[in-house]
């Protein structure tokens, strides 16, 4: 059985000839998809997938525009967004909790 903290990553090596065929150059300057935290200026998005996600359930949106904004400037460290081609697609925003339980009040 493989244990996970064994795996190792390794460069990758082309066949010889390869990088010819290919080129040296990038040829494109987005990458297809991508995982980072989100910035102030990811907000908008943010908020448009908030929105859309929880109208169409319970007719509210938990958050604010400027929440989000607010929530990315002071702390953008607690969230991961996942981007296809420049274009937020999904995201998470944690936050921290200074009680022992969750509870619905």
Wanted: include cysteine; glycine fraction near 6%; proline fraction near 6%.
């Amino acid at each position: 059985m493989l244990n996970i903290n064994s795996l190792k990553p390794e460069a990758l090596h082309l066949p010889l000839g390869t990088s010819e065929f290919l080129g040296c150059q990038r040829r494109h300057t987005l990458p297809a998809s991508e995982f980072r935290c989100l910035t102030p200026e990811d907000a908008t998005s943010a908020f448009e997938i908030e929105r859309e996600a929880f109208i169409s359930v319970s007719g509210t949106c938990p958050l604010y525009l400027d929440e989000i904004r607010h929530f990315l400037t002071l702390c953008p460290e607690l969230s991961l967004g996942w981007f296809e081609e420049g274009c937020l697609v999904a995201f998470i925003i944690g936050s921290l909790w200074d009680k022992e339980r969750l509870t619905q009040s």
